[in-house]
């Protein structure tokens, strides 16, 4: 666990902005990247959907790791990662961005047109195949949005699902990454310490195609037959990971995060 220091801030290799809820500290440099509890223990849920992903058939996913940031004389929970594009990559772009260039509109607005998850996750997938000649993204968007449901990721807009175009201009696709605002992260607004885990459970909302995550997994089941998610962890692996936060994280946080996990491992028991 390694303590990063103001002088990070200070580096001419470092770049930095917010995250999608605007609270949580991202930072570039030397290669890692580096991103701040703002709202709760986002550091956890990302490290241990990582951590949990590596016993599962998804082959490519960004890992995350235990950082303590020091900032303005303070010290908060964070991870890093390593960045993820190779030599032969140019840049990381979101599928946003992709349909502000080649659509004219963003994906959230077209998408928006189509009157159930599954038409408008058919778009987008079809959208991407044409505009990168990428195929069977689909399956990836299953891929997405399989792991967030398992995970209770809230906050998988289209800023974060992304396609990778090589300096050659073709395209691969992205590993798995930003699971910060899974298993009820956000404790500062949405879903407190104080609140009971059913209430957190009444009150999440998937995207982005639709408000319910099983209602986005069943369509990608309906449209697309390849890929299919298999689990090999157990609740065991899951107390052993959050053993090794104990003294770092609230109790009643671990706790959270344990009985989230049993209650989706029960639900998606087919995944397992």
């Known amino acids: 666990m390694t303590l990063i220091t103001d002088k990070l801030q200070m580096t001419g290799q470092e770049t930095k902005w917010t995250s999608s809820k605007g609270n949580q500290n991202k930072w570039f440099a030397d290669g890692m990247w580096y991103k701040e509890d703002g709202l709760g223990y986002e550091a956890l849920a990302e490290i241990l959907v990582s951590r949990l992903l590596a016993k599962t058939n998804v082959e490519t996913f960004v890992s995350y790791e235990y950082e303590q940031v020091e ?13 993820f594009l190779l030599p032969d990559d140019d840049k990381l772009i979101s599928v946003e961005r992709l349909f502000q260039a080649y659509k004219r509109e963003g994906a959230a607005q077209k998408a928006a047109q189509f009157e159930t998850a599954a038409e408008r996750i058919r778009y987008i997938a079809e959208s991407i195949e044409e505009i990168t000649g990428l195929n069977n993204f689909g399956d990836y968007l299953r891929k997405v949005l399989t792991v967030d449901a398992l995970f209770l990721n809230e906050d998988r807009h289209f800023h974060n699902i992304a396609v990778i175009q090589k300096k050659d201009g073709t395209f691969r696709e992205c590993p798995l990454f930003d699971h910060g605002a899974s298993l009820f992260s956000d404790t500062k607004s949405d879903y407190p310490l104080e609140m009971c885990l059913e209430e957190c459970f009444q009150k999440i909302q998937a995207k982005p195609f639709s408000r319910c995550f099983d209602e986005q997994l069943d369509a990608c089941e309906i449209l697309y037959g390849g890929f299919r998610f298999h689990a090999f ?16 994280y609230e109790e009643r946080i671990l706790i959270r995060v344990l009985e989230t996990m049993g209650q989706q491992m029960r639900k998606y028991a087919y995944l397992f």
């Open 233 to 248: 962890f157990t609740m065991k692996d899951v107390e052993l990971l959050l053993e090794e936060f104990r003294g770092l």
């Open 71 to 83: 900032r303005n004389g303070r010290q908060y929970h964070g991870c890093r990662s390593a960045d």
